[in-house]
């Protein structure tokens, strides 16, 4: 069974979402006035048909109106429906998605509540939230990939259970929390098995190009030593991703214009947006994606220096911008 993931997968909208078309919309309230008026004033109907026929008429151009503003709610509501799917919530609406799982986001930096002005708290993002929430689920599957990138992700926030009956007919439990935090630290992770018994863990880090410290590998080496984290018939070996380095350089031509500072602050933003999507274990670079960007951020015609073929990586390595580099001349 395969399982989608966000980011790695894409998602058509539900048909609930659908909105109707304007014709259509229009073309029902027509009939619907017609058929109403005529239920009491059949003398008027056919007058009242004549001038909704008309398109320059008022009341014509009353029901558009009403017709537009039906479609501008329905996007609305349509919106809120969305927030209410884990796969589309964002913000609040995706922390309260977390709390079905008994989630809360990652504090990446603490802030200063000290400091004038307050500097507020740092949290994980939309997208690595919504990833640990749809990994969740797979807690109970001991030993599969899917637990093993859970456990990568949620170091720490899971306490270590002790269990002694040192009196007869009582039981003690003791829940003790990793006050340490690493999960923090962690962007991506893996669980690989390489030989008979024997796994390796790759952790991608959130900090420079995504090298693990060496603090960072032992508190994961430390959670996967814990009994019950990983499976008894299982060797652990924890690493560092490989990371894998490249630019992205482009030539973007555009038409004769005042308009190319415009381009090249799209471009690059669209490119380093991407870039960051890519930086994760087996991570893919593709220039296809490239060629879209820069096209979509008002492009006539591109030319691309680096990379010329796609980057593809492992699941024990991924790619690292080292640099956006975008030149717009005039065609």
């Known amino acids: 069974m ?10 058509a909208e539900p048909a609930i979402i659908a909105v109707d078309a304007f014709e259509l919309l229009l073309a029902q309230f027509k009939a619907f006035v017609i058929d109403y008026v005529a239920a009491r004033a059949p003398q008027s109907a056919a007058k009242l048909k004549v001038s ?20 501008t709610h329905e996007r609305q509501y349509n919106a809120r429906i969305k927030q209410m799917l884990a796969w589309w919530a964002t913000g609040s609406n995706l922390d309260a998605r977390l709390a079905d799982m008994g989630l809360e986001r ?13 500097v507020p708290p740092t949290l994980e993002s939309d997208d690595d939230a919504r990833l640990r929430y749809y990994l969740a689920p797979h807690a109970p599957a001991a030993g599969s990939r899917m637990q093993y990138r859970r456990e990568v992700f949620t170091l720490g926030e899971r306490p270590a259970v002790n269990v002694k009956s040192a009196t007869p007919g009582v039981v003690t439990v003791t829940y003790t ?18 030989a008979p018994g ?56 555009i038409n004769a214009g005042p308009d190319s500072g415009l381009t090249q602050v799209a471009a690059q933003r669209l490119l380093q947006t991407y870039a960051e999507s890519c930086h994760r274990l087996e ?33 024990f390595q991924a790619p690292y911008c080292t640099g956006v580099e975008v030149e717009v001349r005039t065609l």
């Open 2 to 11: 395969s399982m989608l993931i966000p980011g790695q997968n894409q998602l």
């Open 52 to 71: 909704l026929d008309n398109e320059s008429e008022l009341l014509s151009l009353a029901l558009e109106a009403f017709c537009v503003r039906l479609q």
């Open 106 to 118: 990652q504090v990446l930096d603490p802030g200063d509540p000290a400091a004038f002005p307050p």
């Open 177 to 194: 929390f990793d006050p340490d935090g690493y999960a923090a630290q962690v962007k991506d992770g893996s669980g690989r098995r390489t």
């Open 198 to 253: 024997e796994v390796m863990v790759t952790v991608l880090s959130r900090d420079g190009d995504g090298t693990a410290s060496a603090d960072l590998l032992d508190g994961v080496r430390r959670h996967f030593a814990r009994p019950d984290v990983r499976p008894e018939t299982d060797l652990v070996t924890v690493q560092s991703a490989q990371i894998q380095r490249y630019k992205i350089r482009v030539v973007a031509k």
């Open 283 to 315: 991570g893919r670079v593709d220039p296809s994606w490239i060629d879209y960007a820069i096209h979509s951020a008002g492009a006539a015609q591109l030319q691309i220096l680096e990379p010329l073929a796609p980057i593809v990586c492992s699941a």
